[in-house]
C-alpha cells in the first residue's frame, strides 16, 4: 500500500511541477517582453531563477483599474497558469507572491472559459448557470458552510488595490490639503506620544466653542444650545443632531442623546488637569441627572419645538432655518435641562467641562485605539420604561444592526458579505444613524494582533473624518473618465425603458391604482449617482464643500474637531436649501461592490458605489451589450426598484408572476430583477439569449456542501438559482 501512496505524491508531485514550470516559463517570457515595453519592472528580489516582475502601472492599474493599457492584452501575465478557468497567473503588489487574479476580458466581457463545453451541457442537461459558469464552479470546492461568487470573490481585492494606491500615492496629494494638513499633525502626535497634548488642546477648543463661563445656566435656551454645540462637534451630549429625511428633502434631527457616568466624567476631566472641584462637581451634575431620569415619569421630560428649536441653534445658529424634526420624549435632554435649573451655575459649568473632556477623550480613543486610553469609555444607556433607547451609545456600539452602525462622520458599516444592493428602502434612521455618529462610536479597523503603525493609524483615522475624500479617492482609482463618461447616457436609457416597463400591462398590474401613479412617478424622476463623482459632476454631489479653517498649531484631534463641524455644517445645508435626497451623503464606503436605491413615496435615486465599476461588472473597454448586461442590468434592476413599495402592491398579481420561480421573501427583489432585464433588453443593446449568458455569470457561485440554501426568509434570490429564474423569463420574450 505503501508504494502506491508513494507512487500518488509523485505523480501529484510531477503534475505539479510541471504546471509551475510552465507557468515560470510564460512568466518568464513575459517578463521579457513587458521589460523590453518598458511597461513593467522587476522585483527587488527576481534572480536568474524567480522571474517575479511587477507592472509598473499601481496596483489597480494591472489588475483591475479602468485605464486604458494602450490596447495591450486583458491578461496581466498572458497565462492562465495553475489558475482556475476565468482567472489568470499574475503577481500580488502586497507581497510579490504569484496569485490567481480574474481575467480581464473587453470589449465582450462573457467568458467562454468559465462555461461548460456544449456537449457537456447538453449531456447532464445544465441549468443556465452551469452551462455558463459550469467551468469554474466545478474547479474548486467551495468552503464548507460559505458560498463564493464569481462576479464577488475579488472584491476585498479591490478594497485592497485602492488602499495600496492611497498608500502609495499618498492620499493627501490627490485627496487635498485638509487630509496632508491632518496626516502630518497624526504622525506628529502620534510620534512624539503627543496625544495627552492633543487631548488638552481638543478640550480648550471645544470650552472656547462652548463659551462654559459665560454660560446663563438659569437661561433653559442657552443650556440646551450647550449641548447641540457639543453634538455638533460629534461629542457624547445629551441630544444628538444629525440629518433626517423630510420627504422629498432633509430636516435636522435633534434625537435622544447620553448620560455620561459621573466617574468617567471625573476621569477624563483629570486627564486635562482639571481640579478636584470641577472633577467633583461633575460627578454629582451627573449623579443628579441619573436619579432625575430614574425617579422622573418620562413624561415630564417630554421637549417641545422651542427646545428642539435651541439645541438646533446651539449647534450652529444657521441650522434654525432648516426643517426640525424631534424625538418629543427625550429623557436625557429633559433631565440634563432640568438639573442645570436647579444646579448652582458653577456644578452645570463643571458638568460641560466634563462633556468637554470626555469627548477629548474619545477622539483621542478613535485615532490612538485603546493604547492611546487611560480610562474605559463609560456611557450611561438610559433603559426607562417607555423611553427609546435607540440612539444609546451602548447600543450603537454593541448591539446595533451592522447596517445602522457608524464607520465614519456620516457613514454606515454595511452589512458583512455581499448582498447587492444592501437595502432598498431609505428610513430617516439610515440617515440619522449616520450622520449622529460620535466619537465614542467610531473606532478604527486594525487586522488582530498587529498593533498598527503610525502610519496606518493615521490613514484610518483620516478615514473617519474625511469619508468624502477617501470616496474620491476610490473614485479616481477605479472609475476613468470614459467609463463614467458612458455611464450617463446609458442610464438615462435604462430609466427611459423602466418607465416604460411600468407603464405595461404586465408590469402595472403588480400594483393597485395608486401604487402604479407612484411608481410612474418615481421612475420618472429616478436619478443616478456615483459614490465618491467630482462634486458638481452629473453623478456627484452640486454642490462645494466648505472646509474649516485650520491654524498652524492646530493638533491632529482639533483638526477632527474642526472637521466634524464643517461636516455638519454640510449637512444643514442640505436641510436650509431643501436639496433633493439625491443629494445624500453615499451611505456606504464607495469600495464596496454595491448598490442601492433609495426609495419613498416621493423620490428614487440610486447609488452606486464606485467598488462596483470594475470587471466582471463594467470596464470601459466593454462593448454596449457587455456595458448593458452588466453594470447596466444593475442600474436597470435599482431603478426597477421603484416597483418595491409593497403596501401599494396588488398581491395576487405579484404572486401570480413570481410563485413559481422565487420565494416569497425574495418577491421585490425578483420584480426589479424582472424589470430590470426586461427594461435592458428593450434598449436594443442586449438580446434577451445574451443577457441570459451576462447574469448568469454575474450570479453565479460555488456552494459549500452545508452552505445554508433555504430560499424562503431571505431577502435576495439564491446564487446560480438566481440566474437561471431570469433566463427562464427572458426566453418569454
Ligand atoms: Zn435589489
Partial sequence: MLSTDGRAVLISVVVAAFCAAVAHALT????????????????ANATSLGCSFRMSLSAAGARLLNASNGGG????????????PGMRQSVSVHTDAAQCTRRRLYPDALNAEIQLPPAAAVAEQAPEHRRWCGAWIDARPAAFVAETKWAFFDADDVTADVDA????RGSSRVAGQDVAKFRSACRAMLGSGALGVAAQQAYEHLLSALQVDNLVTTDRGQVLRAAGRLAAHACDAPATIGLTDAGATFAMHVGVGVAVDGAALSDALYAVGASRTVRSEARAFAEQ????????????????????DAVARGAHPTTASARLAYESVNPVLGAFAHVAEQA?????????????????????????GEQGGLVATTVRTITGTSVPT?????????ATPAELRPRALGRLEGRPGEVLDAFVHLNGTHLRAATAATWTALRPLFGGGIPPSVKEQCVEAARLVYPNAFDRLAFDTLVTDRLYGRLRPMAEALRMQVEAAVQRPEFAATHGDAGQILMLHNAKRATLRVAGAPRGSWGGRSTAFVPPSLAASDTALTIMLKQAEALFLDRVGLATRADSICEHPPLFDARARNAYLVVSSKFACAMLLPGMLVPPFADERYDDESLYARVGYVIAHEFAHVSSLVQYWNYGAVEAMLVHDYASSTWPEALADRIGVWAVVQTGNVRPERLCAHVSQLWCARIGTLADRTAEGRSHPLSNERGDALCAYLKTL
Fill in 28 to 43: 518568464c517570457n513575459e517578463q521579457h517582453a513587458c521589460l523590453k515595453a518598458g511597461t513593467c519592472r522587476k522585483t
Fill in 73 to 84: 492584452g486583458g491578461d496581466v501575465t498572458g497565462t492562465r497558469g495553475v489558475c482556475a
Fill in 165 to 168: 494606491v492611497i498608500a502609495a
Fill in 289 to 308: 441627572m441619573e436619579d432625575a431620569v430614574d425617579n422622573a415619569a418620562s413624561a415630564a421630560y417630554t421637549i417641545g419645538e422651542a427646545d428642539a
Fill in 344 to 368: 448652582p451655575a458653577e456644578v452645570t459649568h463643571s458638568y460641560l467641562r466634563g462633556l468637554a473632556a470626555h469627548c477629548a477623550h474619545a477622539l483621542r480613543t478613535a485615532v490612538g
Fill in 390 to 398: 435607540a440612539s444609546a451609545v451602548a447600543e450603537r456600539n454593541g
